[in-house]
């Protein structure tokens, strides 16, 4: 057989927060990256959400070190402005033909400063903050944007549109502009291509009965998240936009264009809609200095996830007011308010008048991608959404091109994320012989010794163009810096950050000596890599610097006060000075990596997480405590898709088995670990010790056993599990029963379990479903709290519905009742709707009964890894690091994590070894720079810096009883450095005496 | 009540028997000082050691202070606050609880020389204690005070007097609790205006020498290098600033926030009589406010500030 | 100028307050110039003794800022220094620290708003306690670090 290509590059379509993840993932396995994105900057859906459910974290602080990463990744091509015309060739050795649509300015001269914007004449409806106030025709998406490069909205531009203005052009300190651009084509020559094309929200403008196309007061979700925003058109206060009145009274409409099929053809439910929207509800009410009242309508909450539940919970408690009806109508009063009509839960209709109506729209798939679905050969289901199978979540029916985020069905961030690294993890599994082939290494010269030598500062001032000479005398800073200690060098520059500069900088290092630079420019948070790679090209080490922030911190914000605004610059540069003469160069150390993973636990997800590592090349080691492999799925008929488990378990198997990369442990567990990342090594109960550079968790979970409803007196009386495995044998009771109860929330949504199940709603349409296919005239009653059949799955419940399955919603405080009087069964329940008592008589009585955790802390405690109140592993960030541990090395996969279905169980195990690889691959780690080390002479042991390190990087020495600092897994955040009574911890690049130079030098 | 004879005797043979068991090398206890109204330390190796053991009304060293400095086996007599103390050093990892042996001694509060010598001006040339009273005489006379009148500040609102649930064994009956610090002084002061509260706060230490024999009195001041001593960077001058004085005793405090047993070792200790105590208070009723926390009442505590809640209060952040 | 200008040194973590400084800064939101910033990777990192040290030295106000609880980037670094700075901020009110010389707060990334109005305030209070004469040293050991 000839050798097929293999291209060690991939291609990732879509720069929101999935196709960002799945590029960084694929970068850091060892290859080169396209992340081709239509918009003028990456981010997407995500850069333009206030807040994120169910943390309240800020979306944009949390998104933005991840666009920071990605726009200076080495590996990582950012192509912006850029759209995809044609995938050719086949897994492998794809060529992508793209173009590039021409921005108008030369990003290498752009120094973002925003004088172009200033000077305008064109106001354009602002996209970002969905229409509801203005940008100009020369932008930039939003205040952090990657690339920070303004661009040009060719429609709208007077220039580009008749040929008149110019001045963008004519202002521009940095020559910048250039209407000359063309588009040009490309060909890009990839292994896979990872699809990431996110979603459009419902436009609700067709709903006539919904009133948006002309009421202001009716408006959508996504737009009330701007108005919430602090970046938002009205800085975070919430008014309507109308009137400009404060809103006494807000009610969200949910499921507006999603569970649908009426008017909105989108018979699928969303899935975040109910959370956002009671996020926006509590946000809402934080912002507002007055008594506001918010009024959910929905059909049914559907807080299934991760501490949705107490989130929901706690929204109640702050009094938002949910209201179980859908509105259909809504009618615009005189006086700028929205009057609803609807009937309540117990049947009575009522009227009932808001301030503003907020409609909870769902996620759409955009026509676009319709098209790019159409034009590259990929199945799609009928909402539009990629087709895919539960055991391989994320590829798609074009062998080598894969998919992430929304467009395998509506989900929120940390599934996004969660899938992308699936997608990073599958994108590659073919292209593991290429590895490392394109990707680029930045080499530097050996930094210089300056060990001894007095330091010998060189300053630059910079300009930026007119953005800081405009406001401060340049030349007075200079002349001052010229008068501090140990100041060697100091002078001016137009653009600190030009090309020219760093060359001049490189040069001055070696003609002149120069230990430590400092740069007055702006910020650190930006510019500080830049500079530290232009002195590590100089040969000095890089963390010799420091910067003072005189653009954002001061000319930008004091222009109307130059001389307060110099002598604040003076200052800022004398601290910066003061700080640098402390500087130590800072050493980087390199630990080997073992290029095994040791994963515990052989279910489903332990087994995928192996089985692609092996695909990538690496070895593991699987432990599983039970006899056989396979874990709680054993017990599983069929997926909600109707896969057969069995049969997957089965062929999952033989590939383990077959595997030469997977060694499987049986009946043994974790003994004895010791070590951190790149050099765990762990003594299994069977003798065995393994060394390895990961760990991956996949304990899984536990049916509960209920202590309710007869559960284990009556024989009539099963688990989801127990009625699967009779389903799996054909047991002939289940098939000749004519009346089944399924009884749901079982243990779950109580208060000693404030969580949902999230797989039980799914499982029991999809088993009353089978039953039904099977026995139409088999009476199926389902007694439920609210039905969360979310995403592509709502289509079961539909099903069920249509095939007589009798859903009838019950109270937590009018649970039903169930007695036996012999062999019968009776089920007692009160349905709401007749408002009468029902009386059931089932040959099954079917509970959900609840996922409860494993409680691994004995595991937990030996890998330093934390678990939830609930006892589920806890992520590093609930948004953003959904199967990573705050320990380095340490991942988790499957429902030890949290309960979720098949695919979502498959797609974390793709996911975790994805982020274990980005480990796996580098031969040598780098560890060190800016972290903490202890001063033994000071140390007393005490354990103070133990207790509070968030990474657990911080042990006692026993033999030595002093605290000794792990370099691999020290953040750099400090704190055990102002916990410690005796100052032993040292942050290095922020030490007291440093810090303490500062104070002095500011005053 | 055990006379104090008896219970002498009692810790003595508890000393012995220790030792004889192998279960402990040393027993720090207490022995009568050699001037009237004073003990001192006794690290006890032998019986003959065992038998100068006392328990005493003056015994206003803290004992937990010497232990770090016995890397064996150690077993010390202490009463309530000491062995809080020794319970705080376990927690913070200065000693082990194998190699800890507490016995336990029923406290009735520590009576204050400074307010004896006030009510008896006349030379004291020998006192004599019992649970409630305390004898004093002089050349040729001889009077007596009731214990109440002159205890200690701390000990009056001492809610640990008996080392129940931490000691190995416990001598003597145990004593009641008393009823908590209040506070109520220094909420009375915070309603002062700022010139009255500085004044007191400044007030109080205005004669410190920085001697630091507070700090060398107090169990919980183990750091290898003080903050004190510190030169790069230098946190306090070496001058005697009005300033630098007052932020060693606020940092003083700040340091043993959540840790102090209010044993008032440091004022016992100050040969200026500043009230120390004051500054550790106002961070006390913080922490036990907000945190609920009280020091050395077992062997499993987190101090408060090695951790966190999130809900932790918060109305003075914007 | 006849009104009393005073001196603030700022403590700012870098991933959350520092950034909505920087975003200040972009959106133009103008501030008076009174405070000078101290870049720290985390609250968490905030000695307690830093604030001593800024008064001493003569600072009129100190300003500590920071992520919002769950926000910050090192998890928890932000929750260890919110303890700390409740006892500090305590201590120094209850022994004569004028209200208004030492504020706290959090401040997103994204608030870019919030802090030019935190600024304006901590400003304006600062001010209004006149110069700190109560905690800073008589005179000051001047001099140069020690550079090793």
């Known amino acids: ?1003 | 009540m055990t006379s104090l004879p008896d219970l002498n005797q009692k810790i003595q043979s508890a000393a012995k028997r220790l030792l004889a068991e192998g279960k402990a090398e040393v027993v720090i206890g207490c022995r009568q000082g050699t001037t009237p109204m004073t003990v001192a330390p006794i690290f006890c190796r032998t019986e003959d050691d065992c038998n100068q053991l006392i328990w005493s009304n003056f015994a206003k060293i803290n004992l937990a202070t010497y232990l770090p400095k016995y890397p064996g086996k150690v077993a010390i007599i202490a009463k309530g606050c000491d062995a809080r103390s020794a319970v705080g050093q376990v927690v913070e990892k200065q000693i082990e609880r194998e190699n800890l042996y507490i016995v336990g001694v029923a406290c009735g509060g520590l009576v204050d020389v400074e307010q004896i010598q006030a009510r008896e001006p006349r030379p004291i040339r020998a006192a004599e204690e019992d649970w409630a009273t305390i004898k004093l005489s002089g050349d040729g006379w001889s009077s007596s005070l009731p214990k109440e009148d002159v205890l200690r500040r701390n000990c009056k609102t001492c809610v640990s007097r008996t080392p129940e649930g931490v000691a190995d064994e416990l001598i003597g009956e145990p004593t009641e609790a008393l009823p908590a610090d209040d506070y109520a002084d220094l909420k009375a002061l915070a309603g002062q205006s700022l010139e009255e509260k500085m004044a007191y706060f400044k007030g109080l230490v205005k004669n410190c020498l920085r001697c630091y024999a507070c700090r060398n009195a107090c169990p919980l001041c183990y750091c290898p290098v003080c903050f004190v001593d510190e030169t790069r960077p230098q946190w306090l001058g070496k001058s005697q600033d009005e300033m630098d004085t007052f932020t060693f005793h606020l940092l003083r405090a700040f340091h043993c926030s959540g840790r102090c047993t209010s044993c008032g070792g440091c004022e016992a200790a100050c040969p200026m009589d500043i009230k120390l105590r004051e500054f550790n208070r106002l961070l006390d009723e913080e922490v036990q406010k907000d945190w609920n926390y009280l020091p050395g009442l077992s062997w499993d505590q987190t101090p408060p500030l090695t951790t966190y809640r999130p809900d932790d209060e918060a109305d003075f952040i914007k | ?148």
């Open chain 1, 1 to 1003: 057989m000839a050798t097929k290509k293999v291209v060690g590059a991939a291609l990732v379509a879509g720069g929101g927060v999935a196709g960002m993840q799945a590029a960084l993932d694929l970068a850091n396995a060892g290859y080169y990256v396209y992340l081709v994105e239509k918009s003028l900057a990456i981010g997407g859906r995500m850069s333009q959400l206030d807040k994120t459910f169910p943390t309240n974290d800020c979306s944009m602080c949390i998104i933005s070190p991840k666009l920071v990463e990605v726009g200076r990744h080495i590996n990582i091509e950012l192509l912006t402005l850029t759209d995809i015309l044609a995938i050719d060739g086949a897994e492998g050795d794809f060529r992508v033909r793209v173009r590039k649509n021409p921005r108008y300015i030369d990003m290498s001269k752009c120094i973002a400063c925003g004088e172009c914007t200033k000077k305008c004449p064109v106001k354009v409806d602002n996209e970002y903050n969905e229409l509801l106030d203005k940008r100009k025709a020369i932008y930039v998406q939003y205040a952090q944007a990657v690339p920070l490069k303004y661009g040009i909205d060719a429609e709208k531009c007077l220039m580009l549109t008749k040929g008149k203005c110019g001045s963008c052009q004519k202002v521009c300190p940095a020559k910048a502009v250039d209407y000359g651009q063309k588009a040009e084509e490309a060909v890009l020559n990839v292994g896979s291509v990872v699809l990431a094309p996110g979603f459009k929200p419902y436009n609700p403008k067709d709903f006539e009965t919904y009133r948006y196309a002309d009421d202001p007061n009716v408006m959508t979700a996504l737009e009330f998240e701007r108005l919430l925003g602090a970046t938002g058109p009205t800085m975070g206060h919430v008014v309507r936009s109308g009137d400009h009145k404060e809103p006494q009274s807000i009610a969200f409409l949910q499921c507006v264009g999603s569970r649908d099929i009426n008017r909105a053809d989108n018979g699928y439910c969303s899935s975040v809609c109910c959370m956002y929207a009671i996020k926006e509800a509590i946000i809402a009410k934080e912002h507002a200095k007055y008594d506001l009242q918010v009024t959910v309508f929905y059909m049914d909450i559907r807080s299934f996830g991760k501490d949705f539940e107490r989130y929901y919970e706690k929204a109640k408690a702050k009094g938002i007011r949910f209201v179980r009806s859908r509105i259909h109508t809504v009618q615009p009063l005189k006086d700028g308010g929205v009057r609803f009509h609807y009937v309540t839960d117990h049947g009575q209709s009522t009227t009932e008048d808001f301030d503003l109506a907020v409609l909870s729209h769902g996620l759409v798939i955009t026509g676009e991608t319709q098209d790019m679905s159409r034009k590259f050969g990929l199945e799609t289901d009928k909402y539009n959404f990629a087709k895919t199978s539960s055991f391989s979540p994320v590829a798609l029916s074009r062998p080598g091109i894969y998919a992430c985020g929304v467009f395998t069905g509506p989900k929120d961030i940390p599934s996004s994320v969660m899938e992308a690294s699936a997608a990073a993890a599958a994108a590659s599994s073919k292209l593991s012989s290429a590895r490392g082939t394109l990707t680029r290494t930045v080499n530097v010269p050996a930094p210089m010794d300056i060990n001894g030598e007095p330091p010998r500062i060189g300053v630059f001032i910079c300009h930026c163009g007119i953005n800081i000479a405009s406001v401060i005398d340049v030349p007075k800073v200079v002349e001052f810096a010229k008068t501090l200690p140990f100041v060697e060098f100091a002078s001016n520059t137009m653009f600190a950050c030009s090309q020219d500069n760093q060359e001049q900088m490189v040069k001055l290092i070696k003609d002149m000596r120069l230990n430590r630079i400092v740069v007055s420019a702006c910020s650190p948070r930006t510019h500080e890599p830049l500079f530290m790679e232009t002195l590590a090209a100089a040969g000095l080490n890089k963390y010799l610097f420091e910067m003072a922030n005189i653009r954002n911190h001061d000319s930008w914000v004091h222009a109307g006060n130059p001389e307060e605004a110099t002598r604040k610059a003076m200052d800022m540069t004398e601290m910066a000075v003061a700080k640098a003469a402390l500087l130590t160069p800072l050493t980087e150390n390199v630990i080997d990596v073992d290029p095994t993973a040791l994963v515990i636990g052989g279910g489903v997800a332990g087994l995928n997480a192996a089985l692609t590592l092996s695909q990538q090349g690496f070895k593991s080691v699987v432990v599983e405590k039970a006899e056989k492999l396979g874990g709680i799925a054993n017990r599983i008929l069929s997926t909600s898709k109707d896969e057969d488990v069995g049969k997957y378990l089965d062929e999952l198997q033989a590939k383990v088995e077959a595997d030469p990369n997977i060694s499987v442990a049986l009946k043994a567990e974790v003994g004895q670990v010791e070590g951190f990342v790149g050099n765990f090594e762990t003594t299994l109960t069977n003798g065995e010790t393994v060394k390895h550079g990961v760990t991956i968790i996949a304990t899984g979970a536990l049916e509960s056993k209920p202590a309710e409803y007869l559960y284990g007196q009556n024989p009539k009386v099963l688990t989801h599990l127990e009625l699967d495995e009779r389903m799996k044998a054909r047991d002939e009771a289940v098939d000749a029963a004519r009346t089944f109860v399924f009884v749901q929330c079982v243990g779950s949504r109580e208060p000693e379990r404030m969580y949902c199940s999230k797989v039980c709603c799914t499982h029991t349409v999809h088993s009353a479903v089978h039953i039904k296919k099977k026995n139409p005239d088999a009476r199926i009653f389902v007694l439920y709290r609210d039905m969360r059949t979310y995403a592509q799955k709502e289509d079961l419940y539909k099903e069920a519905r249509d095939l007589g399955v009798i859903f009838v919603r019950y109270d937590l405080d009018s649970k039903p009742k169930v007695s036996e009087s012999g062999e019968a069964l009776n089920v007692e329940v009160h349905d709401p709707v007749s408002g009468r008592n029902l009386l059931i008589n089932p040959d099954f009585l079917v509970l959900a009964a609840a996922i409860v955790s494993g409680r691994e802390s004995e595991l937990a405690m030996k890998y330093k890894v934390p678990l939830d109140e609930d006892g589920w592993f806890f992520e590093a960030h609930q948004k953003l690091r959904p199967v990573d541990f705050a320990t380095d090395g340490m991942f988790m996969a499957g429902i030890c994590h949290y309960p979720k279905p098949m695919d979502e169980v498959v797609a974390q195990a793709q996911a975790a070894a994805a982020r274990a690889v980005t480990v796996l691959t580098q031969p040598k780690m780098t560890v060190g720079g800016i972290v903490a080390e202890i001063n033994q002479a000071k140390c007393s042991g005490c354990g103070v810096c133990v207790a509070v390190c968030p990474f657990s990087a911080v042990k006692i020495d026993e033999a030595k009883g002093k605290a000794a600092v792990n370099e691999a897994m020290c953040k750099g955040c400090g704190t055990c450095a102002s916990s410690c009574r005796s100052d032993a911890p040292i942050l290095r690049g922020f030490t007291n005496d440093g810090l303490f130079a500062q104070i002095a030098a500011a005053l």
């Open chain 3, 1 to 148: 100028m006849s009104e009393f200008e005073p001196k603030i040194v700022a403590f700012f973590c870098n991933w959350c307050t520092y950034g909505a400084a920087d975003l200040a800064g972009v959106s133009r939101l103008d501030y008076p110039p009174n405070f000078r910033v101290v870049r720290l990777p985390c609250t968490g990192r905030l000695n307690p003794k830093y604030i001593l040290e800024a008064f001493k030295r003569g600072a009129d106000g100190v300003w500590i800022s920071g992520c919002h609880p769950g926000d910050c980037h090192y998890i928890a670094g932000n929750y260890h220094a919110r303890r700390k700075f409740m006892l500090l901020h305590h201590m120094l009110e209850a022994v004569g620290l004028e209200p208004g010389r030492l504020h706290f707060s959090w401040i997103s990334s994204a608030e870019a708003n919030k802090f030019q109005e935190i600024a304006r305030e901590v400003v304006e209070k600062v001010r209004a306690c006149g110069p700190n004469v109560n905690f800073r040293k008589a005179e000051l050991d001047l001099g140069l670090p020690e550079v090793a």
